[in-house]
């Protein structure tokens, strides 16, 4: 699941190389991630997440801190590979996303390359 301004780009990446067998969800704000997680629980369809650190209502760290939480609180078990994008990706801005439960956080702008090595990371590609 990504956030729709990273739709094409990951479309295009996944035609490439013929992968049709892989739904791209999206979503405009953090309570869709913590959604969505929480429901992917049993069936641990979701490969990747990748989450703007801000958004709208519920930014993406504030709902990877929602979902530590449930975590530590034995509600949930794990959260799938996830990338913050983010416009500060700083070192001290980038260990406090990765203490939240992210996996990487990259910079916002997102080339294909980049998008190909992410897929080839959680065997996608």
Known sequence: IFRDTYKKAF???LAKYKIENCDCITYNDGI???QT???DQ??????????????KFI???????GLLSL???NKIDSIPYSICVTADT???NAHKLLSLGFSKVMNKNLALKEIEVILKEVNII
């Open 11 to 13: 479309e295009s990446v």
């Open 32 to 34: 869709y991630i913590l």
């Open 37 to 39: 997680v929480i429901e």
């Open 42 to 55: 049993e069936s641990k369809l979701i490969s990747l997440i990748v989450s703007d650190d801000q958004m």
């Open 59 to 65: 930014d993406g760290k504030d709902a990877f801190e």
């Open 71 to 73: 975590i530590d609180s």
């Open 90 to 92: 700083d070192d001290h």
